[in-house]
């Protein structure tokens, strides 16, 4: 009487009846190939002895080159170890674990696989099934990009909070920040706590009106008040408890975390008649502090003065060093980029986020933004330049209209009442197809396929634009 089926499968976990016999060399290629991009036959010596590719894109790398070589030999040095941990685990317990190599193609000098071995079962042969693996180390790369970028962009907010929070501390005016809402102290720096005096309970949680005597009460509720509507009041005359001298309150809006909030500065009165004479001082010392760089150039555009982010920014040591050189030796690319904004810049008397790059002065380069002013200085005219890291995003393209089609655009323009319209549409056509096409490639790293789906082309028609504009290239990819 026959075993039932159940147990011979637990048995040796093959085929039931052997039915299959010998498959053909296609139908077997087929069914190991499924398992992976590229199926090795390997010899008991390690010997490459047979291939079988089963992706388009692999077989373009040229990796029939491997057949009668040692694996060991089509790996870099840190995965020879590996290959011959695959054949050993294989011979050794039948199949093993999928391990990652980094396979050499005559295209790459890196090709990161993954690889599971399989013992053939004759002659210490042994089949090794791998997979294409660029995709994942490519969202890999991508993922580490996009977390380092937000490591970086965390690091410049703590650092700019921590500059602004020291400013705040260490300011010998005294600012209180209230809530518009509650109208309640909630934040105190010490020259405001100073103030009250030692007796007094501490600022923060109380209303803002209590801390004036009950003659100023009326104007402090006014100030906030007048300050929500014009979001900003100056020059309120408030007096504290237990004291003669009166402080000029002045009042600003802001909005944080969905809430809005009153920054409030107090000054002696007598100290805000004299402010005039130190304004000067007190603005160099908030720029002196900012955490974005700032310049002041004169008519010839040579450095006047700098704060310290814009040294830090171009490895300057001292503000000395910096002083009389010409802006073109730290900004802007050759020529084009300082026209364009000098041109604008006395044209219009202000540039606005202008984008261009930072040199420092071993001539390494960063992308930055900048905003300038043009203030007349008796009789001579002086520019003034904030510059600001551009924000760095993983995969996109700067904003804004290329160069090349802003140069274009003029010439088409130059042209009417020359060229018939008909024709300046078709040209103005093709180029934009051009740019968007070479967009999609860039975002799509060449693959062809990945950018006729974006461009809602089939991809024949990507093809024959592709040839259309001269844009073929070998990298280009299907997969």
Not at 161 to 168: A, D, G, S
Not at 170 to 185: F, H, Q
Not at 421 to 447: G, H, M, S
Not at 466 to 476: E, I, K, P, Q, S
């Amino acid at each position: 009487m026959e075993a039932p089926a159940s147990s011979s499968l637990s048995k040796d976990r093959g085929f039931l009846r052997g039915k299959l016999g010998t498959l053909e060399p296609a139908v077997a290629q087929s069914v190991v190939t499924a398992g992976g991009d590229v199926a090795m036959v390997i010899d008991r010596d390690g010997v490459i002895c047979d291939i079988a590719v089963g992706n388009d894109a692999m077989a373009r790398d040229g990796l029939d080159s491997w057949l009668d070589r040692r694996w060991s030999d089509t790996v870099t040095s840190e995965s020879k170890h590996k290959v011959d941990e695959l054949l050993r685990d294989a011979l050794k317990a039948g199949r093993t674990r999928w391990r990652e190599l980094n396979q050499i193609t005559p295209t790459l000098d890196s090709l990161m696989m993954r690889f599971v071995a399989v013992d053939a079962g004759r002659e210490g042969q042994v089949i090794a099934i791998g997979r294409d693996d660029r995709a994942t180390t490519d969202m890999q790369q991508r993922l580490i990009e996009a977390q380092q970028s937000v490591e970086r962009d965390y690091s410049r907010l703590r650092d700019a909070e921590f500059r602004y929070r020291l400013l705040f501390q260490t300011s010998r005016e005294a600012v209180l920040v209230v809530d518009a809402t509650t109208r309640k102290i909630i934040e105190a720096n010490p020259a405001a706590e100073a103030l009250t005096g030692e007796v007094r309970k501490p600022l923060v949680g109380e209303l803002f009106i209590k801390m004036f005597e009950a003659g100023s009460q009326e104007a402090a509720a006014s100030l906030l008040a007048v300050a929500q509507s014009t979001a900003r009041m100056n020059g309120t005359a408030l007096r504290l408890p237990g004291q003669e001298r009166e402080f000029l309150a002045s009042a600003s809006l802001f909005r944080q975390d969905r809430s809005t909030q009153c920054l409030v500065r107090l000054a002696p009165a007598e100290q805000a008649q004299s402010a005039g004479s130190n304004a000067d001082q007190r603005l160099k010392s908030v720029l002196e502090r900012m955490p974005d760089g700032f310049l002041i150039t004169d008519a010839n555009l040579r450095i006047i003065s700098a704060n310290t982010a814009f040294l830090d920014m171009v490895r300057v040591g001292h503000e000395d060093d910096a002083r009389g050189e010409p802006l073109n030796r730290f900004l802007g690319r050759e020529g084009l980029d300082r026209n364009i904004l000098v041109d604008n810049l006395r044209a219009h008397g202000m540039v606005r986020n202008f984008s261009t790059i930072l040199r420092n002065q071993f001539n390494d380069a960063e992308d930055v933004e900048v905003s300038a002013v043009v203030a007349p200085d008796e009789g001579e005219s002086c520019f003034g330049f904030t510059i600001r890291r551009s924000a760095r995003r993983i995969g996109n393209r700067a904003q804004g209209s290329s160069p090349e089609l802003r140069r274009s655009v003029e010439q088409l323009t130059e042209l009417v009442g020359r060229v018939k319209l008909k024709e300046l549409v078709r040209e103005t056509t093709d180029l934009v197809e051009r740019l968007c096409i070479e967009a999609a490639l860039e975002l799509t790293k060449d693959n062809r396929a990945s950018a006729a789906d974006i461009l809602g082309l089939s991809r024949q028609s990507l093809y024959s634009k592709l040839h259309r504009f001269g844009l073929v290239n070998a990298t280009f990819t299907d997969d």
